[in-house]
């Protein structure tokens, strides 16, 4: 119950496309789900992140669509730069646990020039 | 301002042997957690510190273990080291507890 699902495993897309994660979860308890974006090398950043109490966010580029329903939320990221390869990690946390996320396993992108 | 730092950088030790990595908080952030993240996996949670006191603790054996001092930096401590315990050990830190939270670059630890 504690599990985050996230698909896929990798994704190629072409430089200005629209790159498209999926994460998935379990418990209902949860009510707090960011996504983080990781460099080789480096920790993960924050992009950006999402209440249940909406069902879409976006900052720039970046867009979390969140079905509550479903239990299911996702990434879109708009006209994707070859700068955006990275991995990107969905997670899920309660809020009032203090934010010890569940990460899923991870989408690498790969953005072609 | 400057981010979560941790140290060392990379480690290498032998199986059995004990660690202890370190981390220091952005400035005014008074919790602390750390993270285990295996090659090719997602991070793993293992211990959260909010002013000094543990407030939550991962699925991991108790050879981890793990402290906050009067400044709110902390360290892991790894005993009896396992090949298995290689990993990218991240520190990350928020103000409060629903404040949010920035990663540090982590500490490669290597055992061989």
């Known amino acids: 119950q504690q599990q985050v699902k996230q698909s896929p495993q990798s994704l190629i897309v072409q430089k200005g496309g629209i790159s498209i994660i999926n994460c998935a979860y379990e418990?209902?308890?949860?009510?707090?789900f960011p996504w983080y974006q990781q460099f080789p090398g480096k920790g993960p950043a924050l992009l950006i992140a999402i209440r249940p109490d909406v069902s879409e966010k976006k900052e720039g580029r970046f867009t979390i669509s969140f079905n509550k329903s479903a239990k299911q939320f996702s990434l879109h990221i708009m006209d994707s730069q070859p700068g955006d390869s990275a991995t990107y990690f969905c997670?899920?946390?309660?809020?009032?646990?203090?934010?010890?996320?569940?990460f899923g396993p991870g989408t690498r992108l790969s953005v072609l020039p | 301002d400057a981010g979560v730092t941790q140290s060392p950088t990379h480690l290498i030790k032998t199986r059995g042997q004990h660690v202890t990595l370190r981390c220091s908080p952005i400035s005014g952030h008074k919790s602390v957690s750390w993270y285990q993240q295996v090659l090719g996996q997602g991070p793993q949670f293992i211990f959260q510190y909010y002013e000094k006191e543990e407030r939550g603790r991962g699925n991991f054996p108790d050879r981890f273990s793990a402290r906050q001092f009067p400044n709110y930096s902390s360290e892991l401590n790894v005993n009896a080291l396992l090949l298995g315990d290689s990993a990218l050990y991240l520190c990350?830190?928020?103000?409060?507890?629903?404040?949010?939270?920035?990663f540090g670059p982590g500490t490669r630890l290597t055992v061989l």
């Open positions: 990350a830190s928020n103000q409060g507890l629903m404040d949010t939270q920035y």
């Open positions: 997670a899920a946390s309660r809020l009032d646990y203090g934010q010890n996320f569940v």
């Open positions: 418990n209902t308890a949860f009510d707090y």
